[in-house]
């Protein structure tokens, strides 16, 4: 009964490939993260999606790509990894208009070598 | 945007004492204050809430309290536990054309035997 969830869990890759990860929410929530957090812990947004709509999309490389199929999936594919992009990656999940409390995934471990 | 700004950057009690960690937000329009625990290898998981309408907000050993005008929010853990021991992130919501919630840089909270 995992509420937002996340795969893989570990990510493990060389620079220059490319790669996705994938979340799944099962509350009912219309409104889908990500969220980046480095090695001093800082979390800072990447993209937000409200009914599959892109509706924030921070300052991050155009090798990054989100993609919604539905109000329930948000993955992210990078292109061309880079060492910098070593961090782990949060899903997390809203209803967009009541409370807004934001609900996050266990996150994904990627490590560029 | 929103800015938000959190001290200490790290925190050791004792047992059985308090513990307190501050925040300020720049930002007059956020009315959503969340606080986050993420322990180890985890995602972040919420604790405790407040809105701007609200002063304080209490949950059993978590207190949040809100000052509107100086634009401080607290936490305040009281009778800390082992279990106590963890990352906490202060956070503050914009609700502009799109919600965006502003993470402060977390306090890595080690309470002691």
């Known amino acids: 009964d995992t509420a937002v969830s996340q795969t893989p869990k570990y990510l493990v890759t060389q620079m220059g490939n490319d790669k996705s990860i994938k979340c799944e929410q099962n509350?009912?929530?219309?409104?889908m993260y990500w969220y980046k957090q480095d090695s001093k812990k800082f979390l800072k947004i990447m993209f937000s999606?409200?009914?599959?709509?892109?509706?924030i999309n921070e300052t991050v490389p155009n090798r990054f790509s989100p993609k919604s199929p539905d109000k329930a999936h948000l993955n992210l594919h990078i292109n061309s990894l880079e060492l910098g992009d070593s961090a782990v990656y949060f899903c997390?999940?809203?209803?967009?208009?009541?409370?807004?409390?934001?609900?996050f995934g266990p996150g994904t471990r990627l490590l560029v070598l | 945007g929103e800015n938000v700004e959190q001290h200490p950057s790290t925190l050791s009690v004792q047992e059985g004492d308090s513990a307190v960690i501050k925040c300020t937000y720049s930002?007059?329009?956020?009315?959503?204050f969340p606080w986050y625990k993420q322990e180890l290898g985890k995602g972040p998981q919420l604790i405790i809430d407040?809105?701007?309408?609200?002063g304080e907000k209490k949950d059993q050993r978590i207190a949040v309290t809100l000052n509107k005008t100086a634009k401080h929010f607290s936490l305040h853990i009281t009778e800390t536990q082992p279990e106590d021991s963890a990352v906490y992130f202060c956070?503050?919501?914009?609700?502009?054309?799109?919600?965006?919630?502003?993470f402060g840089t977390g306090t890595r909270l080690q309470v002691t035997l």
């Open positions: 407040i809105r701007s309408n609200v």
């Open positions: 956070a503050a919501l914009y609700t502009g054309t799109a919600s965006k919630l502003t």
């Open positions: 509350l009912g929530h219309d409104t």
């Open positions: 997390a999940s809203s209803q967009f208009g009541s409370k807004e409390t934001q609900y």
């Open positions: 930002d007059s329009a956020s009315n959503y």
């Open positions: 999606y409200n009914n599959k709509e892109l509706i």
